[in-house]
């Protein structure tokens, strides 16, 4: 869809596992440890929301199993997405 990504992207002292700045995405794979990290999951979410980055994660199995649901979930969000070009305020990093 013509969408770049970065591959594990920092922002602050997060690692993003892929980042778009043209649409201000952040696509996160979960690993079967991340249950257990679900707060922490929570918390980096919102941090990136108040820098203007939306974040879609999906886990492994998702990845493994149902790869086209994947991919059908990122292209309804680029699709829908109001932001083009530059991210407002911290996202476009």
Avoid: W
């Avoid at 002292?13 to 043209?22: A, G, V």
């Amino acid at each position: 869809m013509g969408v770049k990504f970065t591959r594990q992207k920092p922002v602050e002292r997060f690692i993003l596992d892929f980042y778009s700045s043209e649409i201000c995405l952040a696509i996160e794979i979960d690993g079967s440890s991340h249950g257990k990290k679900l707060d922490t999951d929570i918390l980096r979410d919102k941090y990136l929301k108040s820098c203007g980055i939306s974040t879609l994660r999906f886990s492994n199995d998702e990845i493994i199993n149902n790869l086209q649901g994947v991919k059908e979930t990122i292209i309804k969000f680029i699709e829908s997405s109001p932001v083009k070009g530059r991210c407002p305020k911290g996202g476009g990093v």
